[in-house]
């Protein structure tokens, strides 16, 4: 087990470190020297994009998209995840089958009509055109995993808390999501994570770079530095560098969470 752990380590790392140290390299050193370490490091090609403002509003644009987002999904998945786990009505598990049936729906299919859509309602190059998208297509794996979290919050106790003159909303807010905050960090992490790479939406839906995120902003560099292959490395480790940052932080939040349910008794 600890082999195959670190053979898996080593694929995912070694290719993050051979990118960091080929972007202190020029590039005529780089087709000379592949893999070695460098013979003079150049910081330039990380501090001139540190330097440059262009950097900085993708940056700011991809992390206010992703917050959007995950507002957005996060806040509408939990009060359905509740209905869907708390109350009995009639078409309960239809309905809740419609919204897994969204696992199964490629945002590909949709690209054309959601373009159409979003072209009428005059959200071309806004935001919302990404972030509302976003938390549509995010809704069905957030409510499962919610759902499945707050069914394993004992009826005592929303029984005891309506004794005591809570409304069901007041059970949701009061009770339920303090108990779920490993649900909901699990959830935000994902949608976070998943609004970070996304590269197809935002590229369909600004034509302008005003609103460019990383992914779109790492696939202009690369065609615009193309000649220039260290300078690339640099840029795509500085684009990582958030993601990686991020998830480090949330990576105990993301695995708690993730298990928390299946631990419950």
């Not at 990380?46 to 957005?72: C, K, M, N, P, R």
């Not at 054309?112 to 549509?136: E, H, K, T, W, Y």
Request: overall charge neutral; proline content about 6%.
């Amino acid at each position: 087990m600890h082999v195959v752990l670190v053979v898996v380590g080593a694929v995912m790392v070694v290719p993050l470190i051979y990118a960091m140290v080929s972007g202190f390299k020029t590039t005529d050193e780089l087709s000379r020297n592949p893999i070695g370490l460098p013979d003079s490091w150049v910081i330039s090609n990380y501090t001139d994009i540190l330097g440059s403002g262009a950097f900085w509003q993708l940056l700011g644009s991809s992390t206010l998209i992703a917050v959007g987002t995950t507002v957005i999904v996060v806040a509408a998945s939990a009060l359905a995840a509740f209905s869907f786990a708390r109350f009995a009505f009639r078409g309960r598990e239809v309905l809740f089958t419609l919204f897994t049936m969204g696992l199964m729906f490629p945002f590909a299919v949709a690209a054309l009509p959601l373009f159409l859509l979003l072209r009428s309602m005059g959200l071309l190059d806004n935001p919302l055109g990404v972030i509302l998208p976003q938390a549509a297509f995010g809704l069905p794996m957030t409510i499962i995993i919610l759902r499945g979290f707050f069914r394993q919050i004992p009826g005592e106790l929303e029984e005891a808390a309506t004794l005591d003159g809570c409304t069901p909303f007041g059970f949701f807010w009061r009770v339920l999501l303090p108990m779920a905050r490993p649900a909901l960090g699990t959830v935000s992490v994902l949608a976070v994570v998943t609004s970070w790479n996304n590269f197809f939406l935002p590229l369909l839906v600004f034509t302008e770079s005003t609103w460019w995120t990383i992914p779109i902003g790492v696939q202009q560099f690369q065609g615009q530095y193309s000649a220039d292959t260290a300078k690339v490395f640099a840029y795509l480790v500085l684009a990582m560098v958030p993601a990686l940052a991020f998830y480090s932080v949330a990576e105990r939040q993301l695995v708690g969470g993730l298990t928390a349910g299946a631990t419950k008794g």
